[in-house]
C-alpha cells in the first residue's frame, strides 16, 4: 500500500489539481499508517516518531503536500468522523497560507454530484474534479468504540450503522428478517462456509428472546463453531465473518459501492483519477469488476491491443513520469493503472496491521 504522500501524488495527472475528494474519516485516512505495531520497539524515541508520522498521514498531508490544491471535499457518513475530521483540517490551514477552500459534508459517495452541487462553486460542475480517493470500510474510530457494535471484542448493542441516523440495525436483521435472508447474508457477504447451522441457530435464540447486543452473538458463534476449528481463535474468526457480512447487509454496502464508483467516475475531468482503498474481497471484486465496465475492457486484453497511437503514446508517458505504474489496461473510457492492485509493504504492516488487506487500484479518465 501506498504511503498518503504517494497515493496524494498519484491522484493527480494534471499539473494544477482542482480537488482531492477525500473520505475524512479521522483514522481511516489512510489507514495504512495509523496504528503501530507490537513488533515495533516500544522506546520513548520511536513512539514520539510514529506518534509524529500518524499526524501526517491524515487529509493535512494531501493539503500541506499539494499547495496549488483550489478545493478539498470530504464526505463521510459518520458525524464524528466528520467533525472530528473538520477541526484536525481547520488546523492544518490555520497553520500555513492557502486559498483552498474545504467542504466537509455527510453524505455517501454515492451522493457526489448533489454534493458538488450544493457547494455552490462553479468549478465544481460536472466532469471537473481531478482526483478522487475513497478509503472504504470501517475507522479504527468505529472499530475501537464498543457502542457502534462493529467488534468483536467488546460488548455493546447489534447496532453497526455507518450513518447513526439510518434506522435499520444488525438487530433488526438477526430478530426478524426471514431465515432464509440472515443465510444468504452470512453466505454472501460473510463469505462463511458454516452459513446453514448458523443461521439455524439465530433462527432458534428468536424463540429465547432473541439476540440484542454483540455478547449474545458472539456466544451463539461460539457455541456454534466445532472446537477443533482453531479453539479461540477459529471462532473468532467465525465471528469477525458474521460480524462483517451484518455490517454489509445494514448499510448496503455493496450497491453502495458499485453506484459510488460510477458517479465519481462521471465527475472526473479527463485525466482525472479515482483512487479505490478496499479491505476485503467483495469490495476489491466490485471495484475490479466496476473499472472494467467502466473502461468497456477486458481483464485478458493486453496493453498493445486495441489502443491507437495517440493512446499508447499517453500510456508510455505516464509509466514513464510515474515508476509505481507497472501493467495498465486501456479501454475506450479509461485506462486503469493498477492491472494488479497495490498492496501494504511489510513496513506498512509492521506500522499497522489492520493494513494487511488493503488494497489500492486508481483509473484514469480519457
Known amino acids: 500500500m501506498a504511503t498518503i504522500s504517494k497515493i496524494s501524488s498519484l491522484l493527480f495527472s494534471s499539473s494544477k489539481p482542482k480537488l482531492i475528494h477525500h473520505i475524512l474519516s479521522p483514522s481511516s485516512n489512510l489507514r495504512t499508517l495509523t496504528t ?4 515495533i520497539t ?16 491524515r487529509s ?57 452541487r450544493g457547494t455552490g462553486e462553479e468549478h465544481l460542475g460536472a466532469a471537473s474534479i481531478d482526483g478522487i480517493l475513497m478509503d472504504l ?9 464498543p457502542q457502534r457494535g462493529f467488534s468483536v471484542l467488546g460488548d455493546g448493542p447489534l447496532d453497526m450503522r455507518m450513518d447513526p441516523q439510518a434506522s435499520l440495525k444488525a438487530e433488526d436483521i438477526l430478530n426478524s428478517w426471514p431465515d432464509t435472508e440472515v443465510g444468504r447474508i452470512l453466505r454472501d457477504y460473510g463469505e462463511e462456509s458454516n452459513w446453514r447451522t448458523l443461521q439455524k441457530k439465530i433462527v432458534l435464540a428468536r424463540l429465547e428472546g432473541g439476540l440484542h447486543s454483540t455478547t449474545d452473538l458472539l456466544d451463539l458463534i461460539q457455541r456454534v463453531t466445532p472446537g477443533m476449528k482453531g479453539g479461540r481463535q477459529g471462532w473468532i474468526k467465525t465471528a469477525t465473518r458474521v460480524f462483517q457480512a451484518l455490517r454489509i447487509a445494514v448499510n448496503d454496502e455493496l450497491k453502495t459501492l458499485e453506484d459510488s464508483l460510477y458517479s465519481c467516475f462521471d465527475c472526473l475531468a479527463p485525466g482525472g483519477r479515482l483512487a479505490v482503498i ?28 486495441s489502443c491507437n497511437s495517440d493512446l499508447r503514446k499517453m500510456i508510455d508517458e505516464i509509466k514513464e513520469k510515474e515508476a509505481w505504474i507497472r501493467q495498465v489496461m486501456p479501454g475506450s473510457n479509461g485506462i486503469i493503472l493498477t492491472k494488479r492492485p497495490i498492496t501494504p509493504s511489510e513496513d506498512e504492516e509492521n506500522l499497522n496491521r489492520r493494513s494487511r488487506s488493503a488494497k489500492l487500484r486508481v483509473i484514469q479518465k480519457l
Open 278 to 305: 478496499s479491505f476485503h474481497s467483495l469490495e476489491d471484486r466490485i471495484v475490479k469488476q466496476t473499472f472494467l465496465n467502466i473502461i468497456k475492457g477486458n481483464e485478458d486484453m493486453g496493453e498493445g491491443e
Open 42 to 57: 516500544k522506546t520513548k524515541k520511536t513512539e514520539a516518531a510514529l506518534a509524529k508520522e500518524k499526524r501526517r498521514t
Open 36 to 39: 503501530a505495531s507490537s513488533r
Open 137 to 145: 470500510g470501517m475507522s479504527s474510530m468505529q472499530v475501537d468504540d
Open 60 to 116: 493535512d498531508k494531501v493539503i500541506r503536500g499539494h499547495p496549488e490544491l483550489k478545493y478539498f471535499v470530504g464526505m463521510d457518513v459518520d458525524p464524528v468522523g466528520r467533525d472530528t475530521a473538520q477541526s484536525r483540517i481547520s488546523s492544518v490551514l490555520d497553520d500555513r497560507e492557502s486559498s483552498v477552500k474545504v467542504f466537509t459534508v455527510l453524505r455517501n459517495f454515492r451522493h457526489i454530484k448533489s454534493v458538488l
